[in-house]
């Protein structure tokens, strides 16, 4: 196990600790996070050690302790997150350190990468999102550092249906992957020019032929042959049953009612009357 003489912030190897900066609010938080998280990195609590030093690095935005950090992951046999800290650490530092930091640093990068594995993402579109095991690593074209084993990456864009990919993660390998993202078929939408209408559309019951009247649905008749009927009746009722059948007939109305009202004519016509049309 590292102990805390392995610490170094801002850049202190020996048993004392080095504090954050003073003078600032970020600074003074970042120191208390710091204290907080050796004394639990101490006691073997390597997971609050971590939260602690991470919550530091955020406050005050040291780099020094992303070492610190590297060495909670390392603890907790997280690889590949120890393996990205680190190298952040150096890139950031190096030109700093001194060699037996440097030399330190670059030896644990070299047992990691035995550990750890390589994948690289590219999708068609780019600009995906690539998450594994709920946490996002990045957007495509995505080169990334994962733990070893059997991974499953999930590639998301909006607009496209969300992609899942097994990858092995070898140790020192480097694994390179293609996503081809499908369109997400658009829902559908009714048009609303051409409803159903049982098994048929709107428009082609407008302009199919008309086959007569069915029993208890809607009809709509033309005038058409209304003025021969009323030619045929005689009789003042007669000829008003006529006109109440022939403005039914031009309204929209059922068969039983033109039924009863046609068979209310003929009666009225076959009466005797002395009223003349």
């Known amino acids: 196990m590292a102990v805390c003489t392995t610490f170094a912030y801002p850049n202190r190897t020996d048993a004392s600790v080095g504090a954050p900066p003073a003078g600032e609010p970020e600074a003074d938080e970042a120191k208390d996070h710091f204290r907080r ?25 040291n780099a020094h302790l992303l070492y610190n950090i590297a060495v909670c992951h390392y603890e907790l046999h997280e690889y590949a997150e120890a393996t990205v800290a680190y190298r952040k650490y150096l890139a950031e530092l190096d030109d700093t350190l001194d060699d037996e930091r440097r030399l330190h640093v670059r030896e644990r990068l070299e047992k990691l990468d035995l550990r750890v594995g390589t994948v690289i993402v590219e999708s068609s579109p780019s600009g995906a999102v690539v998450s594994a095991d709920g946490e996002v690593l990045g957007v495509t074209p ?13 590639v998301s864009r909006e607009g496209y249906m969300v992609a899942t990919e097994q990858v092995r993660v070898v140790g020192g390998g480097r694994t390179a992957i293609t996503v081809e ?26 302009t199919a032929p008309n086959t007569g009247l069915r029993t208890g649905s809607f009809v ?11 030619a045929a009746v005689t009789g003042g009722l007669a000829v008003g049953a006529d006109r109440d059948l022939q403005s039914e007939r031009e309204s929209v109305t059922t068969r039983g009612s033109l039924d009863d009202n046609a068979s209310r004519r003929d009666n009225l016509a076959s009466r005797p009357t002395s009223c003349s049309v």
């Open 37 to 61: 998280g050796v004394d639990l990195f101490t006691d073997g609590d390597f997971d609050s050690a971590l939260f602690e030093f991470e919550t530091a690095h955020g406050a005050s935005g």
């Open 142 to 154: 995505l080169e990334t550092t994962l733990d070893l084993g059997e991974r499953e990456l999930v």
């Open 181 to 206: 993202l499908r369109v997400a078929a658009a829902p559908l939408v009714p048009d609303q020019t051409t409803r159903v209408s049982g098994s048929r559309t709107v428009d082609e019951l407008a």
């Open 220 to 230: 709509a008749l033309g005038v058409a042959g209304a003025a021969g009927v009323v």
